[in-house]
């Protein structure tokens, strides 16, 4: 019994057992990480949970009947993605044909620069940009009166399209610098090998590209419709905040600072993370049809 | 839309130019390629080998000059309407596609039906060898499998010209030695005309039937590798083809074909191969043809460094005046011996200089 203790003990100690699983001294810089995740969104997340289940009436799910009860309440889910879904589609569709024409260009950094304002500057500011462009007296009326388009000012904004274009604006740069950092990771020699192997422009681009850019382009939807999902300022500046951009982040607004029912606002919350994350399980669920892998010329 | 497999006697090319904004790559080339050869175009890093490879291939427009495949003018083209096949440095395979995918592709970019493609897809796939490989992602594959898919994919459409841009510098010398001799294996079966990228002298030496030396994007000199290996043409392809020792000197005569060169006050004999508009010149050397004489005549070095190389020894030896001489002998010596070096004046090579 004790030869087996002693060959027990000149096994490797608890420090190497765990260094082989990669659990070292450098592991505990995680945690400051961990410990920031947790209060800031962990504790948030399930306390706004918990009070989702508290309302006002005080059954459990009473909150939750009451949304879906009222069309005034559940229709913002659709009216929040008849928004969402359509503008991100579009942002991925013209970013692709700029991503990779820009792949080309020499003077990279300047542009990425100039796309990476809008982001800063933030969805207010282009909402306010927006009303005195678009408004009665801004240059798009004025210059569409001018060359004789128009007789009378035409109104985008407060309505659906007003939203659906400051959207774009905000949403666009995300959108293209995330699928730019997709299409450039693609080694160009692929595209050569193509070339030389008889396929045209069109054939490299549905054969080589397009396979190799899928997922990154289901992860960029995704990140951009989260975006634009949860769009507030633009809705209420240049949308239609009672009727058609009634979007569920107003709903939750309403809820919380002007009917104070915090439950009630928790819920809605919750149901518009369950809708966002409906949509990018789905979306991701597509992209492990495809392969996956480095998107360069496999080397061994 | 393709060229296809269509045969040819000869590719020309004719003063063939490529500029990058103010840097001039390839200063005009003028090369016959016949029908079935294996050309090595063969130059240091920098020299314009791969720009001249890309601009057959297409992927790179040219600043001036012709291609021309027989009468049919194919600079013009578009890389997908030339038809040429060609192996990349990186392999360039295409990661989501299997093996199998990866080969047929030009196959089926072509239109061959169904049948035929799997037919001749299998046929490539035992030409190199990968049979038992065919439904592997390129990830999956070594580097030496690697290559060999990328060769079965550039041949399977058995395009009438295959270029090759270093396509062994990325594995290690047993298989780079393995991967030569089945590049050689699969060209002379195949009969195609190749054209092949390297800085390395002993694959271009082992490979080719004509060698291209490059140069600052201009041709230095074109032969078989014997005629270049014995009697290059100027003293940097000399440097390349192994001529290590570069011994400045001064011409005081000619005795028929032969030089008489005076280094250091020893006078030696070489051939000349360049002329030279005064006196100075320099005689080029292979370390293996350098011997201690063992007389008092040669040029006199004293030993600094010597190592075993199995069948004898290489040693490095410094003149009065200070210029290193590798050499070989058959028995060791002492360092910091003084001795005396002598070659054959068929293996010296004096080069004027006027290059």
Partial sequence: ???????????????????????????????????????????????????????????????????????????????????????????????????????????????????????????????????????????????????????????????????????????????FLLTLSYVTGIDPSLENAAATLGAGPAARFREVFL????????????????????????????GDPANATRVISIAAYQAAFEEYDYSMASAIAMIMGAVQLLVVVAVLGCRSLFYRGPAAGAKG | MTVGSTTFKQLHLQGVRREFDAFTALKGLDLTVERGEFIALLGPSGCGKTTAL????????????????????????????????????????????TVRKNIGFGLRMRGVPKPELEKRVDAALAAVRLESQAEKLPGQLSGGQQQRVAIARAIVVEPPLVLMDEPLSNLDAKLRLEMRQEIRRIHQSLGSTTIYVTHDQEEALSLADRIVVLRDGAIRQVGTPAELYALPAHLDVADFMGFRNRVNGELVGMEGEDALLDIEGTVIRGRMRAASAGKAAVAAIRPDDLEPTGTDTGIPVRVEAVEYRGRGFHGVGVTPSGTELHFSSPHPLERGTAIRLGADAGRVLVFGDAR
């Fill in chain 1, 1 to 175: 019994m004790s030869t087996v203790m002693e060959g027990r003990a000149e096994g490797p100690t608890l420090r190497q057992r765990l260094a082989a699983r990669g659990i070292d001294g450098a592991t505990l810089l995680v945690l400051p990480c961990v410990a920031l995740i947790l209060g800031l969104f962990i504790y948030p997340f399930l306390y706004g949970l918990m009070l989702s289940f508290e309302p006002k009436d005080g059954s459990l799910f009473g909150n939750y009947a009451r949304f879906f009860s009222d069309p005034f309440l559940y229709g913002t889910i659709f009216k929040t993605l008849r928004l969402a879904f359509p503008v991100t589609l579009l942002n991925l569709l013209i970013a692709i044909p700029i991503a990779f024409r820009v792949r080309l260009l020499r003077r990279q950094r300047l542009l990425t620069t100039l796309l990476v304002l809008p982001i800063t500057l933030g969805t207010v500011l282009v909402a306010e940009g927006m009303l005195f462009y678009f408004g009665p007296q801004g240059w798009f009326n004025r210059a569409l009166m001018a060359v004789g388009l128009l007789s009378t000012p035409v109104s985008v904004l407060n309505g659906y399209w007003g939203v659906f274009i400051s959207l774009v604006l905000t949403g666009f740069p995300f959108t």
């Fill in chain 1, 211 to 238: 396979p190799l850019l899928v997922p990154g382009l289901a992860i960029t939807f995704c990140l951009s419709f989260v975006q634009a999902y949860s769009v507030l300022p633009s809705a209420v500046l240049v």
């Fill in chain 2, 54 to 97: 890309n601009c057959i291939a297409g992927l790179l427009p040219v600043s001036g000059g012709r291609i021309m495949l027989d009468d049919r003018r194919v600079d013009v083209l578009r890389p997908e309407e030339r038809g040429f096949g060609m192996v990349f440095q990186n392999y360039a395979l295409f990661p989501h596609m």
